[in-house]
C-alpha cells in the first residue's frame, strides 16, 4: 500500500471517528428529547385536570353561594330574580349564571317553588316558568325540549293554557295558589332560576 493510500484510509478513519462521536451524543440526547418531551406532555394532562378540578369546584362553591340566596329543594336550589324581563332575556340570565328558568317537575317541588316566591318576591306575583309550546302548539316542552310530564294547570276558572298561538310560554301564579298560565312571551314577568345540585 502507498503512502498516499494510507493517509487516505487515515484520513477516511479520522472523519469516520468523527462522525461516529457527533453522531453518538445526539442519540443520546434525542432520548433525552423524547423522555423530556413525555414528562412534559404527562405534566401538562396533569395540570389541565388540576385546573379542571378546580374550576368544578369554583362552580361548586358559586352554586352554594347561590343556593345560600335562595332555598334548596331535592336536587336542586331555587333562586329568585326579582327585575321583570320577557320570558327570553329572563332565560338567558338564568343561563348566564349556570341555571335555567324553574321549572317544576313534582306537586311538592311547585308548592315549594310558590311558597319561594311569595316570600322572595311578593304574594300577588307571576313568575316564569322553564317550559313553553313555540315548537308545537299544545306541546309544552322544558329547556332541554323534553315534553313536560307534571303539569298544574289553572283548570277550574279560565281552562289554561288558553292563549293558543299569541301565549307560547308559562308563568306560575302567586295569586292563583301556584297555578300555571299561558302566556305571551314578550310580557315581562319575574323569574326564579334552578341551579341542579347534588
Given at each position: 500500500?502507498?503512502l498516499?493510500s494510507?493517509?487516505?484510509?487515515?484520513c477516511?478513519l479520522?472523519?469516520?471517528?468523527a462522525?461516529?462521536?457527533?453522531?453518538?451524543p445526539?442519540?443520546?440526547?434525542?432520548?433525552?428529547?423524547?423522555?423530556?418531551t413525555?414528562i412534559?406532555e404527562?405534566?401538562k394532562?396533569q395540570?389541565?385536570t388540576?385546573a379542571?378540578?378546580?374550576n368544578?369546584l369554583?362552580?361548586?362553591q358559586?352554586?352554594?353561594?347561590?343556593?345560600l340566596r335562595?332555598v334548596k329543594?331535592?336536587g336542586?336550589?331555587f333562586?329568585?330574580?326579582?327585575?321583570?324581563k320577557s320570558?327570553h332575556?329572563?332565560?338567558?340570565?338564568c343561563?348566564?349564571?349556570?341555571?335555567?328558568?324553574s321549572t317544576?317537575?313534582?306537586?311538592?317541588?311547585?308548592?315549594?317553588?310558590y311558597?319561594?316566591v311569595r316570600q322572595s318576591i311578593?304574594?300577588?306575583?307571576?313568575?316564569?316558568l322553564?317550559i313553553?309550546d313555540m315548537?308545537?302548539e299544545?306541546?309544552?316542552?322544558?329547556?332541554t325540549g323534553s315534553?313536560?310530564r307534571?303539569?298544574?294547570?289553572e283548570?277550574?276558572v279560565?281552562q289554561?293554557p288558553d292563549?293558543?298561538h299569541r301565549k307560547?310560554?308559562?308563568?306560575l301564579?302567586?295569586?292563583?295558589?301556584?297555578k300555571?298560565?299561558?302566556e305571551?312571551c314578550?310580557?315581562?314577568k319575574?323569574?326564579?332560576?334552578?341551579f341542579?345540585i347534588v
Amino acid at each position: 500500500m502507498s503512502l498516499r493510500s494510507v493517509a487516505l484510509l487515515f484520513c477516511l478513519l479520522c472523519i469516520l471517528h468523527a462522525s461516529v462521536q457527533q453522531t453518538a451524543p445526539k442519540k443520546k440526547n434525542g432520548k433525552k428529547d423524547a423522555s423530556n418531551t413525555a414528562i412534559i406532555e404527562d405534566l401538562k394532562k396533569q395540570i389541565e385536570t388540576i385546573a379542571h378540578d378546580v374550576n368544578l369546584l369554583k362552580e361548586q362553591q358559586a352554586l352554594q353561594s347561590v343556593c345560600l340566596r335562595g332555598v334548596k329543594v331535592i336536587g336542586k336550589c331555587f333562586l329568585a330574580n326579582a327585575e321583570r324581563k320577557s320570558f327570553h332575556a329572563a332565560s338567558d340570565d338564568c343561563i348566564a349564571m349556570g341555571g335555567t328558568l324553574s321549572t317544576p317537575i313534582t306537586g311538592d317541588e311547585n308548592d315549594k317553588l310558590y311558597d319561594y316566591v311569595r316570600q322572595s318576591i311578593g304574594s300577588e306575583d307571576q313568575i316564569w316558568l322553564g317550559i313553553n309550546d313555540m315548537v308545537m302548539e299544545g306541546d309544552w316542552l322544558d329547556h332541554t325540549g323534553s315534553k313536560v310530564r307534571f303539569k298544574n294547570w289553572e283548570t277550574e276558572v279560565t281552562q289554561q293554557p288558553d292563549g293558543g298561538h299569541r301565549k307560547n310560554c308559562a308563568i306560575l301564579s302567586t295569586t292563583a295558589n301556584g297555578k300555571w298560565f299561558d302566556e305571551s312571551c314578550r310580557a315581562e314577568k319575574f323569574s326564579v332560576c334552578e341551579f341542579v345540585i347534588v
